[in-house]
């Protein structure tokens, strides 16, 4: 039996034969200070799951937190997932502790002098576009989700690192293939972690002032086209890229129409995205 303490906050799962899922998770994790001892050496922090490995899979218990969400009925079939269902707990987790952060559904990354944030539903590239700005040496805030401080419309980093579905696009210019490869922390089952320099990802906790807000829309062939758009029509992308419901509606609203009248909007059409993420360097930087 392994005991992971993450020491930003305190909380531990157990781990019965799982050694992989041990291995893989500092990869993953930035900035939550893990560490692993046996239960005896790790006695003083309780843990709040226990997850072992079974001859069919894997099989989390809740001792005193929820997952995620459902574990699937039938059970997980590889380490990564195990892994990614680890780094969804977390961040719930990390939410319920903090109530006093929004959390946003996107990419973000510092370009220039501040966060530029890509509020977008699944299979926007939103992913791709992360490694690719890390690629080009702009720090990493978000590739999946992105806290919201209450005051000076500040993004806070929940510091996870960039998660890709594999195969990779058959479209990456062969530059960012090999960047790639050569940053990949762990990759298994349809899903490949990257690990960007220690100065292309922020850890957990680290904020920054949010100065743009860029929804996504990919299209099959030609340049990126970015066009301004109104407050409102930003402000509903916010609203249904927020996570958090267990605020008063009300205050809600109010926080994230002053983020969207603070920030410049615009949505940026694409179709390459290494192009896309010149072009956002060359605008923003």
């Not at 969400?69 to 039938?74: F, N, Q």
């Not at 530029?116 to 999946?144: E, I, N, W, Y």
């Not at 758009?229 to 609203?253: D, G, H, W, Y």
């Amino acid at each position: 039996m392994q005991r992971v303490v993450f020491g930003a906050t305190g909380w531990a799962i157990d781990f019965k034969g799982c050694e992989d899922v041990v291995a893989a998770l500092p990869l993953v994790f930035k900035g939550w200070n893990l560490k692993t001892g046996t239960p005896a050496e790790m006695r003083v922090f309780k843990p709040r799951a226990r997850i072992t490995r079974q001859s069919n899979g894997w099989n989390w218990e809740e001792l005193g937190a929820p997952k995620a969400r459902d574990w699937d009925p039938i059970p997980p079939r590889s380490a990564m997932r195990v892994v990614t269902d680890v780094h969804d707990a977390a961040i719930y987790w990390y939410l319920d502790d903090n109530p006093h952060l929004l959390c946003l559904h996107g990419g973000a990354a510092r370009i220039g002098s501040g966060l530029v944030c890509f509020p977008a539903r699944g299979r926007a590239g939103k992913s791709t576009l992360m490694a690719h700005l890390a690629a080009l040496g702009h720090q990493v805030f978000a590739d999946d989700v992105l806290g919201l401080e209450p005051k000076g419309n500040r993004g806070l980093a929940l510091g996870f690192m960039p998660r890709l579905r594999t195969p990779l696009p058959a479209n990456l210019a062969p530059e960012i293939r090999d960047y790639i490869a050569g940053h990949t922390a762990f990759e298994q089952a349809g899903w490949l972690y990257l690990k960007p320099g220690a100065r292309q990802i922020a850890g957990l906790g680290v904020t920054a002032k949010i100065k743009a807000l860029v929804t996504l829309e990919r299209f099959d062939e030609g340049p990126s086209v970015m066009a301004p758009v109104n407050e409102s029509t930003i402000l509903k992308n916010l609203i249904a890229e927020n996570i958090i419901r267990q605020l008063p509606m009300v205050e809600i609203f109010d926080r994230l129409h002053r983020l969207a009248a603070a920030s410049q909007r615009f949505h940026l059409r694409y179709s390459d995205p290494l192009e896309a993420a010149r072009f956002l360097s060359r605008t923003f930087a």
